[in-house]
């Protein structure tokens, strides 16, 4: 046979098993990420017109109940929190959101020491790939060092930015298991942290470190804030409950990074919702770790936080 037609011959063999793998891969991973799917399909492509969107962290995900905060707001919310989540992410899920949805009535952001931290912009940019109908979507990753258009060209090529947990998950949505645990449950965005409790004698205190504040962080900051002015949102933000300040005594430069979220609060007449001073805090009952409310926890906080939001919402 001719060299070059059995090397033609040899590489579309290889696209096939590529193609086939990935559609494998691709599959499995559907079965797997019903949560995540089901609450990246309803940011990205419905039309689900809310009053209040919760955007934060993994703290956010699963520790607001919007099951809670509709049942004493009177209002209809959903939580877009989103693990390791910082303000790049948080300003492209909030600006994402009005490709299809009409402004909300209120957005409650949740911030974090490391929100301003943005050394690694996404701590999993995998779970848009298949979200890139959505222009903002599309424009978050080509802008951010994840090129789309070599998986539209090549869609196999996917199987190159999934590493070996991705691939597992795959097997485990072939085998029946789901991103929501055994025991947990998900409502509207939210997902339940199981019922651990800390052991105060064993409980982590990080050593001393500081928190790196990325200038261009504090510009999607003032970004978000724009476009909360610019569509008539209220916006206000919260930090979220954590064990007897267990996140903020390690970090050296706290006070810092409040200082700047305390200044754009003032300057833009938003409220800032310090829920570390609450009593639940020191309740080890109601913590999984010292930054995450278990699921008892996120129900005592929800209604808490639903009766701040009764005192400012307009």
Known sequence: MNPIK????II???AVCCSLFNFFVQRGLKKYSIHTN???SELFNNKTPYDIIFIGSSRTHTGINPKIIDSICKVNSYNFGIEGGNLLEFYYIFKSYFENHPPPRCLVLTLDLYSFN????FFNHTIYLNYTNNSVVKQMLDENGHSTIPFKLIPFLLLTEQDDYAKGNAFKGYSGITDIPPGESAYKGFMTNSNNVINTKTAEIKALYSEEVDTLAVDYLDKIV???KEKNIQLIFTYAPEFKFGLQRPCVNAKAIFDIINGVAINNNIGFFRDDSLKICNNPNLFANIGHLNSSGANVYSALLAKE??????
């Open 6 to 9: 059995k090397l033609i011959i």
């Open 12 to 14: 579309l063999m290889a």
């Open 38 to 40: 089901k609450r990246l």
């Open 118 to 121: 943005l050394e690694r912009k």
């Open 226 to 228: 724009a476009i909360c």
């Open 309 to 314: 939001l009764n005192t400012v919402i307009k």
